[in-house]
């Protein structure tokens, strides 16, 4: 066999090995749900999903989000625009979409920079531990996806 045609077998069978390779990556699955804050749909809230790594897996693959509707509705989407989320255990944070950040008191952080104290700031009905780096709230996201990623909330005011 001369050596060109056997450097056509071994890349041939170097890209088919390749191949059956190629399907290492993460699993995504279709999310959606629904936040409800005091039993009533919450519109206008960022819903974010980042997988949990473990000592296998300690690079699960990127995080996914969403903005819910006037109906407290949400389907998740990674930042490049693919739909879903990664197949696995999920940190889960949810908090307000706030258009002028400098209008909310944040009880993890208290008042913002740019505050003026003669108006009184908005509180997030959102409790602290729904959006904070010590959330404790998970989601398990299973192979099929899941349209029933419902999140109930009690607000801070009735706390």
């Not at 699955?29 to 897996?57: C, E, H, M, W």
């Not at 258009?99 to 509180?123: C, E, M, Q, T, W």
Request: aromatic share 8%.
């Amino acid at each position: 066999m001369d050596f060109a045609r056997r450097a056509r077998i071994i890349a041939a069978a170097m890209l088919l090995l390749g191949l059956a390779g190629c399907g290492g990556g993460p699993k995504f699955a279709p999310v959606s749900g629904i936040v409800r804050v005091d039993q009533k749909p919450y519109p206008n809230a960022i819903v974010s999903f980042q997988p949990l790594g473990t000592q296998k897996n300690p690079e699960p693959g990127r995080g996914s989000s969403a903005l819910t509707d006037e109906k407290g509705q949400f389907t998740l989407l990674t930042d490049d625009g693919q739909p879903g989320a990664v197949v696995g255990k999920h940190r889960v944070r949810i908090q307000t979409h706030r258009k002028d950040p400098s209008a909310y008191f944040d009880p993890a952080i208290g008042f913002p920079d740019r505050y003026d104290p003669r108006k009184k700031p908005l509180v997030d009905p959102i409790p602290v531990e729904w959006y904070s780096d010590q959330s404790t709230k998970e989601f398990d996201v299973p192979p099929g996806g899941t349209d029933k990623a419902n999140f109930d909330i009690v607000s801070v005011r009735k706390k």
